[in-house]
């Protein structure tokens, strides 16, 4: 046996299964390492590729490891699973890694910078209190529906549900009732100000981010999705082309193709489900606009609108977008419209 040469690494909350190869492919390591103990045994191993899955801590691990001189891929594990041999344990799980990390067709995932979890984070705690002020709010507006009290949609519906609670003199609300709600009313004010107080750090970091800045140039990005699409994507470059930027995100058609026949479908919901719902969310802000104003700038917007309804069409722009906002990173250039470029 030869020396090590490459290790598929299962990571996990405590105890972490090592499977190493030679040159060869002849296993030469194959033992559990206690998490205090990782970086003290991959210190003491000459430079070497390591795989790892793409899960919780993954990032940070590729971090620690790189620093010690080794090569380090990380992999969807869904790409993983199709090496595993039979019973799923961590020794097997560390085999199939180790196998499927050597594959040239292998797709990886680029490790994430501090500053972009940190970016992440941010986003990502924005994204769970808007659910919870979300249901919430469903909640009061379910509660005072049972008392015969409606009010509009949207949140200046909910702000007058909000009064109505308040109001101590209002008879239709049984005291008991009142209590629930008084406490559902309080969690949602509070929730409102922790997302306005997220949404002033994202503003920050924005403005201090001049990639960020280029990205809002496009119709339909805004400060929430320039910033998400910054801290997702670390090298656009590893994009072969916009369109495998878009279909990584998830906004192209799933195919279906036998015979040499082709058949498109809806979009495959695989992908970055939060880029998606962000670029599909600023794409229905363009709609809106263009229904309203025209759509004299965007021509081409207006025949797929003509053709399609509102949502594909928005999903077709969001696609558009993505594309776009390759196009504007890899090559360093800003926004035009399209009028300015027919007039070039």
């Known amino acids: 046996m030869g020396e090590v040469s490459t ?22 390591i194959r033992k559990r390492i206690s998490r205090a103990k990782v970086l003290e045994f991959f210190a003491g191993l000459p430079p070497c590729l ?12 590729s971090r620690a490891l790189q620093a010690f001189g080794h090569t380090v891929r990380l992999m969807p594990p869904s790409y993983v699973k199709a090496y595993l041999k039979r019973s799923k344990n961590d020794a097997n799980d560390a085999a199939a890694i180790c196998e499927a990390v050597t594959r040239p067709s292998m797709r990886f995932v680029p490790t994430k910078s501090e500053q972009q979890q940190s970016g992440l984070m941010l986003h990502r705690s924005r994204q769970l209190l808007v659910r919870q002020r979300t249901m919430l709010s469903n909640a009061i507006r379910g509660h005072l529906a049972e008392l015969g009290i409606i009010s509009a949609k949207g949140r200046n519906g909910t702000a007058e549900l909000l009064q109505v609670v308040a109001n101590a003199e209002d008879d239709r609300i049984p005291p008991a009732a009142r209590f629930c709600l008084a406490v559902l009313a309080r969690q949602y004010v509070t929730i409102t100000a922790e997302v306005g107080a997220i949404d002033k750090r994202i503003h920050a970091w924005h403005r201090l981010c001049e990639e960020s800045r280029r990205l809002e140039e496009i119709p339909g990005i805004g400060p ?35 015979g040499g026949k082709d058949k498109l479908g809806s979009i495959t919901k695989q992908g970055n489900r939060y880029l998606r719902w962000l670029l599909v969310t600023g794409a229905m802000a363009v709609i809106r606009y263009a229904q309203k104003h025209g759509t004299q700038k965007r021509p081409w917007l207006a025949r797929l609108m003509e053709r399609r309804p509102t949502k594909v069409a928005a999903v077709a722009l969001a696609n558009k977008m993505a594309r776009m906002a390759w196009a504007i990173m890899v090559r360093s250039q800003r926004y035009k419209e399209p009028q300015l470029l027919m007039a070039a």
């Open 50 to 61: 390591v795989g790892i899955e793409a899960c919780p801590s993954a990032h940070h691990w």
């Open 224 to 258: 929430i999705v320039a910033t998400a699409l910054i801290a997702e994507i670390g090298d656009w470059k590893a994009f072969r082309s916009g369109r495998s930027l878009a279909a990584w995100i998830g906004l192209v058609p799933k195919q279906h193709t036998t």
């Open 7 to 28: 290790i598929g690494l299962d990571i996990a909350k405590s105890v972490f299964q090592v499977h190493g190869v030679d040159d060869a492919g002849a296993v030469v």
